[in-house]
């Protein structure tokens, strides 16, 4: 939030600026230098509204306070919240193709149940909008388009018979449902989407499934 002020015009010479926030002394603010006009106070919350005022120092003492300027801290459009932190997943399988197991679900069938708990990591710092995003700590990203995330994550390699493993990549497509701020960082409460999954192992058809899935941040 940028706040600005002008020198005022009559009085002694000023010596410096003295800036309050909702009625104290904002940290960082209370000997400004007399050139100053201009503070960025990037100490504040989304969803917030905040009260200003200005008071000049001088060699005589302080003014009084200036008149109030009231600010308020607007909400982003939820397609731009950050992926990142842990959900509660709640997974239910849409399609199932020779998959002993599926994202912790075992011999999933259409329309069995599970619960899981995923964890992304925003690759971007808190307080920028919304940046690709990793799961689980494993290779790939999901990248935001609007309210939707979507990618390929290498996840664990799928077992074969006879110890062999091959790459089982889960592709992404999640939908932002709602997003909360959490102090000045805007982040994805909820989403909803699908995952799957296919692999082919040596000398067998592929092995494929789908998830239909919802998350609440926890």
């Given at each position: 939030m940028q706040v600005t002020?002008?020198?005022?015009?009559d009085g002694g010479e000023v010596t410096g600026y003295r800036v309050q926030r909702d009625g104290e002394p904002l940290p960082g603010a209370d000997a400004l230098d007399?050139?100053?006009?201009?503070?960025?106070?990037d100490s504040v919350d989304l969803g917030?509204?905040?009260?200003?005022?200005?008071?000049?120092i001088g060699e005589e003492g302080s003014s009084p306070p200036s008149l109030e300027a009231t600010a308020e801290i607007g909400l982003p459009a939820a397609g731009l919240a950050q992926l990142d932190g842990v959900y509660d997943v709640r997974l239910k399988v849409r399609s199932a193709r020779s998959l002993a197991a599926m994202l912790g679900i075992d011999q999933p069938v259409p329309g069995k149940r599970g619960t899981d708990q995923w964890t992304f990591d925003s690759m971007c710092s808190p307080q920028d909008v919304a940046c690709p995003t990793t799961w689980e700590a494993q290779e790939g990203?999901?990248?935001p388009e609007e309210r939707h995330w979507r990618g390929s994550i290498a996840g664990?390699?799928?077992?074969?018979?006879g110890g062999t493993k091959v790459p089982a990549p889960i592709a992404f497509d999640l939908r932002?449902?709602?997003?909360?701020?959490?102090?000045?960082?805007w982040l994805v409460r909820s989403f909803t989407g699908t995952v799957s999954i296919r692999f082919v192992c040596p000398g067998f058809e592929p092995s494929s499934g789908t998830l239909e899935v919802t998350g609440i941040r926890g």
């Open positions: 002020w002008t020198a005022p015009s007399p050139a100053t006009l201009v503070l960025v106070d917030r509204t905040y009260t200003y005022r200005v008071i000049a990203a999901l990248r664990p390699d799928a077992r074969c018979g932002t449902v709602d997003a909360a701020a959490e102090g000045s960082i």
